[in-house]
């Protein structure tokens, strides 16, 4: 039973505009949410995070939203840049040795 | 500034070899994880440990065992390999003071 859900394998933009991801949790425990960011053949890197408490965290281009009642967080990153195209994982813990999560990650196409 | 190093980077193992999948982080990080990635899939908790002589299962154990002997260094065992195995291994560090992980750039395992 997957506890984190990203329901789009993919997702293109065009350069300049407005990307949105989304992710669904089930899981009421959670109390912190993370994004992040991996390119082929590397590792994921951390992009933004957010704990429980907020509804929303920026990080210059990057905004991550959080919806308790409805369990889903989404990422927005404007304006979208050719760089950010890569797959974006979502990922939440709630124990206390801080074990993630992870969604099965959503694969953004950023247009030139 | 090394990071998390994972040695190898890519292995081809017949069924019913072992190996050892190395990782070592030099920020003195006391948690640390081993995830795996299936195509299409998230991340998934195989192990981690909360610090040297500490270690405890997560999502996806069975095959494996971990040692923590050490700070720095969390080897990742497989005994009979077996297809189902075939899978790109991370492994990850924490300070434990944010949520955030480091990420090594993975292994690439094939079980023929």
């Known amino acids: 039973d997957q506890q984190v859900k990203q329901n789009s394998p993919s997702l293109s933009v065009q350069e300049g505009r407005i990307s949105i991801l989304n992710c669904d949790y089930t899981n009421s425990m959670f109390d912190y949410f993370l994004w992040y960011k991996k390119y082929p053949a590397e590792g994921p890197t951390f992009l933004i995070s957010i704990s429980s408490i907020k509804d929303k965290n920026e990080d210059g281009r990057f905004t991550v939203f959080l919806n308790k009642s409805a369990k889903h967080l989404s990422l927005h990153i404007v304006p979208s840049q050719p760089g950010d195209s890569a797959v974006y994982f979502c990922a939440a813990t709630a124990g206390s040795a801080r074990q993630l999560t992870f969604g099965s990650g959503t694969q953004l196409t950023v247009l030139p | 500034n090394a990071g998390v190093t994972q040695t190898p980077k890519f292995r081809i193992l017949k069924i019913g070899q072992s190996m050892t999948l190395q990782c070592a982080q030099d920020?003195?990080?006391?948690?640390m994880y081993w995830y795996r990635q299936d195509p299409g899939m998230g991340l998934k908790l195989i192990y981690y440990?909360?610090?040297?002589?500490?270690?405890d299962k997560g999502e996806v154990p069975n095959g494996y065992n971990v040692s923590r002997s050490t700070t720095e260094d969390f080897p990742l065992r497989l005994e009979l390999a077996a297809p189902s195995q075939t899978s790109v291994y991370f492994c990850?560090?924490?300070?434990?003071?944010?949520?955030?992980?480091?990420f090594g750039s993975g292994t690439r395992l094939t079980v023929v």
């Open positions: 440990s909360v610090g040297a002589g500490i270690t």
């Open positions: 920020m003195n990080h006391n948690y």
């Open positions: 990850a560090s924490s300070s434990g003071a944010s949520y955030g992980y480091t």
